[in-house]
């Protein structure tokens, strides 16, 4: 199964001065190298943005060259709008990007890895499944 890698995950492998090894770390490690790595353009971005210096910026961008983006369809944001909504009426706030890559998740049959603990509360409320 194919697995959608959440910001929070590849910032703590290649964002940090000295990477230290999780459990998510290593998750990401083990999928790369079994080719399962799925990546969004918005995580791309989200991965990309803020850094203040070219040379990380461009580290940054070659590490993740090699995954090219899962492409995004109008049912997908649809869906995310969707999923935002039904979170909002359960009580559960959601971010676009976070309500997109469930709504790709769920669509494609993935898994998304994270340590965000937001999409844990998501995953109460549809059905995407935690890697």
């Not at 290593?26 to 918005?42: F, I, K, M, N, Y």
């Not at 959601?94 to 709504?103: A, M, P, Q």
Request: overall charge negative; charged content about 25%; glycine content about 6%.
């Amino acid at each position: 199964m194919r697995v959608i890698v959440d910001t929070s995950v590849w910032s703590l492998a290649l964002r940090r001065r000295n990477p230290k090894s999780t459990p998510e770390t290593q998750a990401l490690t083990d999928l790369v190298s079994e080719g399962r790595v799925v990546l969004l353009g918005a995580i791309r971005q989200e991965i990309l943005s803020g850094v203040r210096y070219p040379e990380q910026f461009d580290r940054l961008r070659a590490a993740l060259d090699p995954f090219p983006d899962e492409p995004v369809k109008t049912t997908d944001y649809v869906e995310a709008a969707q999923i935002c909504n039904d979170c909002l009426r359960s009580g559960v706030l959601t971010g676009n990007t976070d309500s997109l890559i469930c709504s790709i998740a769920i669509s494609r049959g993935m898994e998304v890895l994270t340590t965000d603990k937001d999409f844990a509360h998501i995953a109460g409320i549809v059905p995407v499944k935690l890697h």
